[in-house]
């Protein structure tokens, strides 16, 4: 297929055909991620349902290893899941529907009725140009006046780190010529008073938590005011502020990318109760990982009580995990062609891996591994220009699947699950095939 505009027709068909499956039901039992492309896409859903007068139940799962319930006679939808999973889906005895961006493996056999919308079904690539929320989005559209739920699918596009071009490109211009969306030239961080969005930033990491006079410092040197609202700075000040941040990520071993990052296009959300969208992602992020999910779908579907909750949650969050950062650096270890962490009973594996690949360690894959009782989940991740030669998608299905565990995912973010007594040759075998891919 030659151009975005023809992979985006060919995805707009199987989004129709999606719309006609659920049009022939008045019941929709709905499972999604409990990230923030999950619970971005579990609103879009439930506003396109409920304008269509449409009965449903949306479930947040970590993942199809768990069980789930759903009677015969229903329309099940699998959300940011299912597209790796072909024995599961091809079990389930109802009609289904996948709104997944994640690689889709080996084929699906359905007992019913099926609708599979996947990027990566009609060449556009899931890991950067379209996230399970802008597929959920693309079946709203065939539902009705839906444009208003772009913004939502902005915040699992940001949430899973992708970019605004082809897919992703279209549901932003939809957003912005509807007069939902707006792109503002700024500083990539929330909104705020200048030192607490430093201290408390997870993207970018700047290593500020606890580090009071160090921040005072920073700032006193490039004469910037830690009492200023980020959103009132000068361009000048932005420009200072932008550079000073770059260096500082640079000297910590960032990965050299994130620098392009720090000041450009801002995406504001107008019709959402936050309307910066990297602030609103990280907080909707926080309440999945809290296992608040139901708080941070609240708030996408525009419940304003639901919002000091929610920034609650993720204050509480991102103190934990900026203390699990400063915690866990020591316990990185190297392999032959990439490092590892293994955890007990940690809060998350998640941030702790994205983040330290990010602006720590970002010359080779890192695996992180938590042990809690007798389950152990895997988080891999890698940047761009690693994954021109790697595939973590492939290395943790491999990898897993050599220990009778699953695994998946993007070529730069994946996971698994496996048995506690296979961690070491799990390991292992994940530094071979790195190897072996890297070579």
């Keep these: 297929m030659n151009s975005d505009y023809q992979k985006i027709e060919l995805l707009k068909s199987y989004a129709k055909k999606a719309s006609e499956l659920i049009k022939r039901h008045e019941f929709i039992r709905v499972f999604t991620h409990y990230d923030a492309d999950g619970i971005s896409a579990g609103a879009i859903i439930a506003k396109a349902l409920l304008r269509i007068n449409k009965n449903f139940q949306i479930s947040f799962l ?30 389930v005895e109802a009609d289904v529907i996948i709104a997944d961006h994640h690689i889709p493996t080996g084929e699906i056999e359905p007992k019913k009725r099926f609708v599979h919308v996947n990027p990566h079904l009609v060449g556009i690539d899931g890991t950067y140009e379209l996230s399970a929320s802008g597929a959920t989005y693309f079946i709203a559209r065939e539902l009705g006046r839906n444009e208003d739920l772009s913004c939502i699918a902005v915040v699992g596009m940001l949430g899973d780190k992708q970019k605004i071009s082809s897919a992703n490109a279209e549901i932003v211009k939809e957003g912005e010529k509807a007069g939902f969306i707006e792109r503002k030239i700024g500083l990539n961080l929330h909104s705020g008073k200048v030192k607490d969005v430093l201290k408390m930033s997870l993207e970018p990491y700047l290593d500020f938590y606890k580090k009071e006079d160090e921040l005072e410092e920073f700032l006193k040197k490039i004469e910037i005011n830690g009492e200023m609202e980020v959103d009132k700075l000068s361009l000048e000040e932005m420009h200072k502020l932008a550079d000073a941040i770059a260096l500082r990520m640079l000297r910590m071993g960032a990965y050299i990318s994130l620098i392009d990052e720090i000041i450009g296009e801002r995406l504001w959300l107008n019709n959402m109760p936050i309307k910066n969208a990297l602030m609103l992602t990280d907080i909707v992020n926080a309440c999945g990982r809290a296992s608040a999910m139901s708080v941070g779908l609240a708030l996408l579907m525009g419940d304003s009580s639901y919002l000091k909750n929610a920034v609650d949650i993720y204050e509480k969050y991102t103190k934990e995990v900026l203390e699990e950062l400063v915690k866990r650096r020591n316990d990185v270890k190297e392999g032959f062609c990439m490092r590892y962490i293994v955890m007990e009973n940690a809060p998350s594996t ?90």
Excluded: Q, W
């Design 62 to 91: 970590k993942g199809l290893n768990e069980s789930f319930e759903y009677e015969k006679d229903e329309l099940v939808m699998f959300l940011d899941m299912g597209s790796g999973y072909p024995d599961v889906i091809s079990n």
């Design 350 to 439: 998640s941030p702790i891996a994205t983040t330290y690949s990010r602006y720590l360690y970002s010359d080779k894959p890192l695996i992180v591994v938590n042990v809690k009782d007798d389950r152990v989940k895997v988080s891999a991740r890698a940047n761009e220009k690693l994954a021109e030669r790697l595939n973590l998608a492939e290395v943790m299905r491999l990898a897993a699947e050599k220990v009778g565990g699953r695994g998946g995912g993007h070529r730069v973010a994946a996971g698994a699950n496996i048995s506690p007594d296979k961690v070491e040759e799990f390991l292992k075998e994940v530094d071979r095939l790195c190897c072996a891919m890297l070579a």
